[in-house]
C-alpha cells in the first residue's frame, strides 16, 4: 500500500487547494495573468471532454494532457479545469472539482491487484492472470452450493442468494448495464447501489 | 428531478428543505441565486441546521430531524384550509375527484385495515364503475373523494400541533407556509429541492410523496421552475437506479417473483390497466418494453417458444426482500458466501459500521474493485487501525475471508455516461489509460463473466443457462467498447439493424432489441445523442435540449402537458415549455402524445389514473403521509402516543441491532456532508484533506455551556451502537428547540472519515441505527439518538 502522505506535503500542495476552498462556484481563470510564465501549462495540451464524478450536479470538465503526440511518451494529465461551454457550469467548479487532477493521479491509487489470504495480517501483491481463476473458482464454487434451480414448491425460480453484488453510482450506464447482464447470468437477487443509501 | 438545475432559475419560490445545496451542490446552487437575482424569487430554506443556503435564504425555519412530515403536512393543510392552492389545475391533474372505498378512514395512528401488524388494503381503493375505471366527483364535494379525505387526514396538523412536534414556532412555520404558497398563483412557480436530509428516514418515501403533494396542490409539477428535485449525492446515482436494483430490472421493470411463473403471469401482473377512460396509460406498453430487455439480454436465444428466455431471470419468493439492510443481516448471520464491491464501501456508508464489519468477516470471499484501499477493503484491518472505535471486531488472525482488492480504473480514465439528478446523459471521453495494473471496470467484469463461463463449460454445475445464453457479443468480448454496449441499451430493430429512434419503436415480439427502454434515442442512427453539445435554447427557458441528451425522449420537464389548462393555454404565457399549435406540440419533448389535440387525454400520460396521486395506495403504511416519529425519539408521537414510530418500520433482530431510548441517550443525532469533502473518496486527495482534516462534533451552545464543553474540547459521542470521539465545534448554528414542552438539542455529525486515508477520523456510521423505510429500504441516518460526554 502507498504510504500516507505527510503534512509537509499537505502544506505544499494545499496553496492550490486553499485558492479554491470555500462554498462558493469558482471560475478557473483562463486569461493569461499579468507576470504570466511564457507559455502556460495547457498551451499545446490535448483536451478531453469529461464529466466530474462526484456529485450528481453533471460539472462537465475538460481534462488536459500532455504526451500523447510524442512518441514513446505515456500521455499525462497535467490540468482538469470547469468547460466553459456546459449550460450547467459555464466552466466553473466547485473547491472538490477544482482539485480533481488530484484525485486522479493521488499518490493513494491502487496500481495492483491486492489480496489478503485467509487468516493473514497483510496484502499480498497478485497478478491479474492468478486472481481472475480465482476469483471465478469462488464464484462458481458459491454458485453451485447456493443456486435454486426451483423453489419447495417445485416452481422454476433460477435464483441465487449467497453472493452479492454492490456498485454502480460511481460508474457509467453501462458498467451498470453490464454488471446487471453479470448479475442475472448469476442468478443473483442480492443486489444494490448507493441509491438505496 | 422532474425538472432540471438550469431550470431552477425560472422559480418565484425555491424551498430547500433536507438538503443543503449551497454547500454540497454548489455549482447546481448558483441557479437558486440566478433565480433570486433574475426573478426576485424566494428562498425558504427549513433544516435542523441553520446552514449556508440558510444564510442566504429569505426565511430560514430550524426543525427536528425527522418531522418534515409534520412541516409539509402542515402546509396542505394550511393551503386547503386558506384556499391557497391552484383548485384548477387540482381538478385537472390530479386524483383529488377520485372516490375511495366505503370504510377507508385513520384513527389512533393507523389507517383502516391494521390488523395483526399488517395492513388490509381492501379499504384503501378506488371505487369502480361497472367498466373497470374510477368514479370521479369533479365537484370534489363528496365526502368520500380524495380531495374531502385529505382534508379530513390533514385537519389535525394545525400551526400550533406543527410547531409543537417540529421544534419551531407556529408563527415562523406560518411565515414559511405564506411564502411557499406565493406559486398557488396559476402564473407562480415553486421548485422543491432536497437531498438525503429527506431521504435518510425510516418513512422517507412518504417524506418524498408528501412533497408532491403540496407541489400539486400548488400546480408546480410539469411547470418550468416548479416540481420535485432530488439533487442526488453520486456522479451516476441515477443512472444506477435506472439500470436496475434488486427489486427491479433496468427501466423501472419490476424483478420477476416466483408466481409469476411465465412471461405472460408475469406481464399480467406487470401490465396497468387504464383506470379511467381518457387515460392514455402508456406503461400499457410494459410487454413492448420487458421482450425487448429479454432480447437484448438473450439475443437469438430468446425466442417466442422459450418465453424469450424469461425462466433464466431469477424469481424472488413472493412478499421477500433482498435489500441492503436484508442481504447484509443474512450475512452476519453467516448465511452469504460472497460479496462483490464496485466502488462501494459499505463499512464507511452503511448503517450500524459494528455490524458491517463484524458481516464481511463471516464471508468466504470479498471481491472489491477500486480506485483506493476503503475501509470495506480492509475491514479485517479495524481491529489493527481503530480498535477503539470498533472493539467489537475480530484480530485479523480470526478472520477466514479471502480478500480481493483489485485496481480500477477512475472516471478520467473511462469513457461513458453520467446521468445528472437532471436526467441528462452525459458523454465523456477517456483522457488516459489507469496507471499501472488498473483495469477498466468493463475489463474486470467481462474477465470474471468469461471465466466463470469458462468453468461452466468445462465443468457444468447449477443450471448453467442463464449465464451461458446471456449475451456478451461485442467485437472484443473481454474487452467491449463502451459506445457498442450503449448502442445495445438504446436498442436495435433486429430484422433491419438499425439503431432504434425511441421506445416508440419497440415490439413485444421479438423483433426489437432494447437494454433499457428509457434511454432509448439516446444513441439512434444519427449517432451518439448524449455527446451533443449545442447550446441552443429555444424556448428560453434553459432547458438545452441540443446539449446531452435527457431521459424519457429527450424531454427536459417531466409532466409538461400540466402546464397548460386543459384547453392548451399555458398557466403563465411567459414560461410555457409547451404550445399547441393546432397540429402538434411544441417546445420541450411533450410529456402527451405529440399530435394529440389537448383534451384528447389525461395530462399523466405515465399513470394509468391518467393523473397525479395525492391519494397513493401502493405504499405500504399508508396512502397519506402520517408523521411518524423516528425509530429512536426523544419524544412520544404527540398525534397518537400508542404509535409512536412507522407501524411498518423495518428492523432487524441480530445481536448488533441495538436501539436505545432517550433516557441514556437524550440528544437527537444528524449526518450531513462538508463543502470540500466528496463522500469518503476525498481523504484520499491533498487539497480536500488539507482544507477539512478534522472529524468534529457540532455542539449547540446552550449545551456545550450546561456540559462544560469550550470550541476543541475533546468529546465522546455515543449510541446504542457504538462510540466515537472528536474535538468540539460549539455552535450557534443549532437552535435549542421545543418539543411537546420538552428542551432538544440537536448534535451535528459530518461524515467524511475512517480509517484509511490520507487523513483519519471515525466512521459517523458507528452510531446510526439499522432501522429502514419500509417502502424503499433506506436506513435512517438522521434523527437518531446519540448522548455527548466531555472526556478533554
Redesign the interface.
Known amino acids: 500500500m502507498p504510504k500516507e502522505s505527510s503534512r509537509r506535503e499537505f502544506l505544499k500542495r494545499s496553496a492550490k487547494g486553499a485558492a479554491v476552498g470555500g462554498a462558493t462556484a469558482v471560475t478557473v481563470p483562463t486569461a493569461v495573468a499579468e507576470n504570466s510564465p511564457a507559455t502556460l501549462k495547457t498551451a499545446n495540451t490535448t483536451k478531453t471532454n469529461s464529466i466530474c464524478p462526484y456529485c450528481a450536479v453533471g460539472c462537465s470538465v475538460v481534462v488536459h494532457t500532455i504526451g500523447d503526440k510524442s512518441r514513446n511518451v505515456k500521455p499525462a494529465i497535467v490540468h482538469i479545469e470547469g468547460d466553459p461551454d456546459s449550460p450547467i457550469n459555464r466552466g466553473t467548479l466547485c473547491s472538490k472539482g477544482a482539485s480533481l487532477e488530484e484525485f486522479v493521479q493521488s499518490d493513494r491509487r491502487l496500481t495492483t491487484v491486492q489480496h489478503r489470504a485467509a487468516g493473514s495480517r497483510e496484502w499480498k501483491r497478485m497478478s491479474w492472470a492468478e486472481a481472475v481463476p480465482k476469483m471465478a473458482r469462488f464464484i462458481k464454487d458459491s454458485r453451485d452450493k447456493g443456486f435454486e434451480a426451483e423453489d419447495p414448491q417445485g416452481r422454476t425460480v433460477n435464483r441465487l442468494k449467497n453472493i452479492a453484488m454492490i456498485g454502480g453510482c460511481t460508474d457509467t450506464n453501462e458498467i451498470n448495464y453490464l454488471l446487471s447482464k453479470f448479475r442475472f447470468g448469476l442468478g443473483m437477487v442480492a443486489y444494490e447501489n448507493q441509491s438505496r443509501l | 428531478m422532474t425538472n432540471g ?2 431550470d431552477v432559475a425560472n422559480a418565484d419560490v425555491v424551498l430547500v428543505m433536507g438538503g443543503n445545496p ?9 441557479f437558486v441565486m440566478e433565480a433570486k437575482r433574475l426573478r426576485k424569487a424566494k428562498i425558504v430554506c427549513i433544516d435542523p441546521r441553520f446552514t ?1 443556503t440558510a444564510a442566504v435564504s429569505d426565511l430560514y425555519v430550524p426543525i427536528r430531524s425527522g418531522t418534515d412530515i409534520a412541516f409539509l403536512g402542515g402546509l396542505i393543510h394550511y393551503a386547503v384550509s386558506n384556499n391557497k392552492y391552484q383548485r384548477k389545475y387540482v381538478e385537472l391533474n390530479t386524483n383529488a375527484s377520485f372516490l375511495i372505498a366505503e370504510g377507508f378512514g385513520f384513527s389512533e395512528g393507523h389507517f383502516s385495515g391494521w390488523k395483526d401488524g399488517k395492513y388490509d388494503k381492501a379499504t384503501w381503493q378506488y371505487e369502480l364503475d361497472g367498466q373497470g375505471y374510477a368514479k370521479v366527483d369533479p365537484t370534489l364535494e363528496h365526502p368520500r373523494c380524495v380531495f374531502q379525505l385529505m382534508k379530513t387526514h390533514y385537519s389535525r396538523y394545525t400551526p400550533e400541533v406543527v410547531a409543537n412536534i417540529c421544534g419551531c414556532t407556529a408563527e415562523e412555520f406560518v411565515k414559511a407556509a405564506e411564502m411557499i404558497t406565493i406559486a398557488a398563483a396559476a402564473d407562480k412557480s415553486g421548485t422543491v429541492l432536497y437531498a438525503l436530509g429527506w431521504t435518510h428516514h425510516s418513512f422517507a418515501v412518504q417524506l418524498i410523496h408528501a412533497a408532491a403533494m403540496v407541489q400539486l396542490l400548488m400546480g408546480n409539477i410539469g411547470m418550468p421552475g416548479g416540481g420535485v428535485n432530488a ?16 427489486n427491479t ?2 427501466g423501472y421493470l419490476k ?1 420477476p417473483r ?2 409469476h ?1 411465465n412471461l405472460a403471469d408475469y406481464l399480467k401482473a406487470n401490465t396497468p390497466k387504464a383506470l379511467r377512460p381518457n387515460s392514455l396509460n402508456y406503461l400499457g406498453n410494459t410487454p413492448k418494453f420487458m421482450t425487448s430487455l429479454l432480447k437484448a ?1 438473450y439475443g437469438p436465444h430468446a425466442t417466442k417458444a422459450n418465453d424469450f428466455g424469461y ?7 413472493e412478499g421477500a426482500d ?3 439492510g ?2 447484509f443481516d ?2 452476519h448471520a453467516g ?10 464501501n ?1 463499512v464507511a ?2 448503517p450500524n459500521t459494528p455490524k458491517m464489519i463484524r458481516a464481511l468477516s463471516k464471508l ?2 470479498l ?1 472489491v ?5 476503503t475501509e470495506t ?1 480492509a475491514f ?1 484491518r479495524a481491529k ?1 487501525l481503530a480498535d477503539k472505535e470498533y472493539p467489537q471486531s475480530l484480530k ?13 480504473a ?13 436526467r ?3 458523454w ?6 489507469p ?5 477498466r ?2 475489463d474486470i ?5 468469461h ?6 463449460a468445462k ?1 457444468g ?3 448453467p443457462e ?2 451461458m445464453n ?3 457479443n461485442y467485437a472484443m468480448p473481454k474487452r ?1 467498447l ?1 459506445g457498442e ?2 448502442r ?2 438504446n436498442g436495435v430493430d433486429l430484422e433491419t439493424g438499425k439503431q432504434l429512434n425511441g421506445f416508440g419503436e419497440l415490439k413485444a415480439d421479438g423483433s426489437t432489441a432494447c ?2 427502454w428509457v ?1 432509448s434515442g439516446s444513441w439512434t442512427e444519427a449517432g451518439n445523442q448524449m ?1 451533443r ?1 449545442g ?1 441552443g ?1 429555444p424556448t428560453g427557458l ?1 432547458l ?1 435540449p441540443q ?1 446531452a441528451w435527457s431521459w424519457p425522449a429527450n424531454r427536459r420537464i417531466l409532466y409538461n402537458r400540466a402546464s397548460t389548462d386543459s384547453a392548451g393555454k399555458p398557466w403563465d404565457e411567459t414560461r410555457a415549455p409547451l404550445r399547441w399549435n393546432g397540429k402538434r406540440w411544441t417546445g420541450d419533448t411533450p410529456d402527451y402524445k405529440a399530435d394529440a389535440p389537448p383534451e384528447t387525454m389525461a395530462p399523466f400520460i405515465m399513470l394509468p389514473e391518467g393523473v397525479a396521486r395525492l391519494f397513493a395506495p401502493d405504499l405500504v403504511e399508508g396512502p397519506f403521509p402520517e408523521h411518524y416519529e423516528p425509530a429512536e425519539s426523544p419524544v412520544d408521537n404527540s398525534l397518537h402516543p400508542t404509535v409512536n414510530a412507522n407501524p411498518l418500520l423495518r428492523t432487524y433482530n441480530s445481536d448488533m441491532d441495538h436501539f436505545g431510548t432517550a433516557k441514556d441517550f437524550p440528544f437527537v443525532a444528524i449526518t450531513y456532508r462538508l ?5 469518503y ?2 481523504k ?8 477539512q ?1 478534522n472529524f468534529f462534533v457540532e455542539i449547540p451552545e446552550e449545551l456545550a455551556k450546561e456540559k462544560g464543553i469550550a470550541n476543541k474540547t475533546l468529546v465522546r459521542v455515543s449510541s446504542a451502537r457504538g462510540k466515537i470521539e472528536g474535538p468540539a465545534l460549539v455552535t450557534k448554528r443549532l437552535r435549542t428547540l421545543k418539543v411537546s414542552g420538552k428542551k432538544i438539542y440537536q448534535i451535528g455529525l459530518p461524515i467524511h472519515w475512517g480509517f484509511v ?2 487523513v483519519h477520523g471515525p466512521l459517523i456510521n458507528n452510531l446510526t441505527p439499522s432501522a429502514y423505510d419500509p417502502n ?4 435512517e441516518y438522521k434523527g437518531f439518538l446519540v448522548n455527548v460526554e466531555k472526556i478533554g
Open positions: 438545475w438550469t449551497a454547500e454540497n451542490h454548489p455549482v447546481g446552487f448558483r449556508r439533487q442526488r449525492g453520486h456522479a451516476n446515482i441515477q443512472g444506477s437506479t435506472d439500470m436496475g436494483a434488486w430490472l433496468p424483478i416466483a408466481n411463473e439480454y425462466d433464466w431471470l431469477p424469481k424472488v419468493e433482498h435489500s441492503w436484508t442481504f443474512q450475512m448465511k452469504m458466501d460472497g460479496l462483490i464491491s464496485f466502488g462501494m459499505p456508508n452503511g468466504k470471499w471481491i474493485a477500486e480506485n483506493f484501499e477493503a479485517w489493527e485479523a488472525d480470526d478472520i477466514q475471508t479471502e480478500v480481493f482488492l483489485l485496481p480500477a477512475c472516471f478520467a480514465e473511462k469513457d461513458g455516461a453520467f446521468v445528472n439528478s437532471s441528462w446523459l452525459q465523456k471521453e477517456a483522457a488516459v489509460d496507471p499501472g495494473d488498473a483495469r471496470d468493463q467484469i467481462s474477465d470474471l463473466f471465466a466463470v463461463q469458462d468453468l461452466y465443468e454445475g447449477a443450471r442463464p449465464l446471456m449475451q456478451w467491449p463502451l454496449v450503449a445495445e441499451v437494454g433499457n434511454y455527446s453539445r447550446q435554447d434553459g438545452y446539449w463543502t470540500e469533502h466528496f463522500h473518496w476525498t484520499h486527495t491533498s487539497s480536500s484533506s488539507e482544507l482534516s486515508g490520507k424503499c429500504g433506506t436506513p
